[in-house]
């Protein structure tokens, strides 16, 4: 819809299918997808079906459907994640320049970390 959306906008594009994308869980208020430029197998992107910019400017219904997705999907990762000598994973969100955002669309990274000895590839 209008408001939701932002034309130029490549994450919404992405949300509408206008732009393809590997998509991984969709659910009434989130959209989550792989990262094109992945910095570890299985970098992913959780986003809202709402274009704002920064996290301060998603409606609370939006940021409540986002945390569940990246738990279900660091799950379905299939990490050696309750190890404490194990897999882990970062889950990062940029906000303006300076703090390295560059797609202007709220979006969470989850960034697999593997241990290299765990042979979990
Ligand atoms: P930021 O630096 O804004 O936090 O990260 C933006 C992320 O979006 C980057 O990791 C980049 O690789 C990813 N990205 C940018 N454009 C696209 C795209 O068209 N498709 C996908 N799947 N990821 C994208
Ligand atoms: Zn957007």
């Given at each position: 819809s209008a408001i939701t959306h932002e034309a130029s906008c490549i994450f919404c594009k992405i949300i509408k299918g206008e732009i393809p994308s590997f998509k991984l869980i969709e659910t009434k208020h989130s959209y989550s997808f792989l990262d094109i430029q992945p910095t570890a197998k299985g970098h992913l992107l959780v986003i809202p079906k709402y274009h704002g910019a920064k996290l301060h400017n998603l409606p609370d219904e939006y940021l409540a459907d986002i945390l569940p997705v990246a738990k279900k999907l660091?799950?379905?990762?299939?990490?050696?994640?309750d190890s404490p000598e194990g897999d882990g994973y970062n889950i990062l969100q940029n906000n303006g320049r300076i703090a390295h955002q560059v797609?202007?669309?709220?979006?969470f990274?989850?960034?697999?970390?593997?241990?290299?000895?765990?042979g979990l590839i």
């Amino acid at each position: 819809s209008a408001i939701t959306h932002e034309a130029s906008c490549i994450f919404c594009k992405i949300i509408k299918g206008e732009i393809p994308s590997f998509k991984l869980i969709e659910t009434k208020h989130s959209y989550s997808f792989l990262d094109i430029q992945p910095t570890a197998k299985g970098h992913l992107l959780v986003i809202p079906k709402y274009h704002g910019a920064k996290l301060h400017n998603l409606p609370d219904e939006y940021l409540a459907d986002i945390l569940p997705v990246a738990k279900k999907l660091a799950i379905a990762l299939d990490l050696n994640i309750d190890s404490p000598e194990g897999d882990g994973y970062n889950i990062l969100q940029n906000n303006g320049r300076i703090a390295h955002q560059v797609v202007d669309h709220v979006h969470f990274h989850l960034i697999p970390k593997r241990d290299e000895k765990t042979g979990l590839i």
